[in-house]
C-alpha cells in the first residue's frame, strides 16, 4: 500500500513538473487579429467574418448583427461607401425590430438633441435642420454624406441620439484647463486602457507640441470614447430607450478592436453587440493625402466582427463655389473678399458688398449663402441681389466648379 503511494506522489509530481514546464514556454500560434487568414488577398465588397474567417454576404452580415442590442459601425467619414453600410445595417434593424430601433451618431451632441427630435418627427425641412443643429459648425462634413441616414431616420421615425462631447468641453480637457463646472459634467474617465493608449501615441507620434502634447491628446481621445459610451449607456438604460436596439456609427479608431466605444458601455450596461469595420483596398491617387501615414500596432484582438472591404469613393457630384470670404458679425451677409476667377469675381461682386438674396432667398447669415449654392449644379445661374453704397443692384453669376479644390475643411464658400 505504501509502495502504491509513493509511486502514485511520484507520478504526479512528474506530470506537475511537465505542466509548469510547459507553460513556461506557450507556442504562439496564427496572429491574434485574424486567427483565420483566408488564403487568397480580399475584393471589393466582399465582408469576412475575422473570428472565423468564413466569408458572408451582406444579408447573413446584417441577420447575425441585428441578434444584437447594439451594432457599432466604425466609418471613414469622406467615403460613401462607409455609409451605405451604415444604410443597410440601419434598413436591417428597422425592419426587424419595427418601432423598436435608435441611431446613435458621433456627428452630433446631446445640446442638439431637441433639433434632432424635431428633425425625425418632420417638424423642420432640411434647411432649418441643417442651420439649427449647426452642421457645418460643429461636425463640417458635407451633409450629403449623412442625407440617406438620416433621411431614413426621419421616415422611419427613428430616434437620432446625440452622443458626442462639446468642442468647448473637447478644448478644455485638451489643455488641461477645466472649470469647476466642466470638471462635475466630465463621464467616468479611464485613462488607463493600454491599447487605446497605444493607438493615440500612434496616431499622434511626431505631431506633440507643448507640455499638453501627446498627453492632452489621449485625455481628448478618452473624453470622446467615454462621452459617447455614456450617452449610450444612458439611453439605452432610460424608459424610452430600453427596449431599442441602437446602431452606433462613429469614426473607425472609436469601434475597431472594441476597447474605445463598446468596451466603455458595456463596463456601463453589459449588453450583447457587434463591430463592423470597413477597409479600403483601393484608394485612388487623389485621395492618398487622406491617409494617415502611421504605423499601426498590432493587437490582440480581430478588429472587428465583420470587415467589409471597399474603394475609397468620391461623393459622385461636382460643387460649385460662389468664390467670396464672408462675414456676418454685423447681422448683414458681408463679403469681406472675392477670389481671383471666381463666379464672384465674374459676376462682379466687389468686397464689402451686401449679399441680400439669392434667387429670391433671403440671405440673412452667412449659412443662408451656404446652402442655397449648395443646391447649385455646375453650368447653373442665380440671381444675386446685392447692395453697394446704400444702392441695391442684381448680379447674374454662372456657377461653376473651382479649377483647385481644397481639403472639405477648409474650402471657402
Known sequence: MKSL???TLLLGLALGSLLASGCAA????????????????????EIRHLPTGVQVSAEQMAAIATDARLIYVGETHDNPASHRIELQLLQALAERYPQQAALGMEMFTPE??????????GRLSEKEFLKQSRWYQVWNFDYDFYRPLLQLAREKRIPVIGLNASKTLVRAVGSDSLTPEQQQSLPQMDLSDPYQRALSEAIFAGHAAGPNGTAGFIRVQTLWDETMADNIARYLASETGANRHMLVVAG??????????PRRVFRRLPLSYVLVAST?????????????????????????DFMVYTAYEDLGKQEVKLGVMLDDSSGKVTAQGVLPGSSAERAGIQKGDLLLSLDGQPLAE???????????QPGSRGALLIEREGQQQLLEVDFEVPPTMTHPMSKPK
Open 112 to 121: 442638439q438633441q431637441p433639433v434632432l427630435d424635431d428633425w425625425v418627427a
Open 5 to 7: 503511494l509513493r509511486n
Open 280 to 304: 479600403e483596398i483601393e484608394i485612388p491617387a487623389s485621395k492618398a493625402d487622406r491617409l494617415m501615414d502611421v504605423e499601426i500596432p498590432d493587437f490582440p484582438m480581430p478588429a472587428a
Open 366 to 376: 452667412n449659412f443662408d449663402l451656404v446652402y442655397e449654392v449648395k443646391q447649385k
Open 252 to 261: 473607425g479608431n472609436h469601434i475597431r478592436h472594441g476597447f474605445g466605444i
Open 26 to 45: 506557450p507556442i504562439m500560434l496564427g496572429n491574434p487579429e485574424q486567427p483565420y487568414p483566408a488564403a487568397t488577398a480580399p475584393v471589393l465588397g
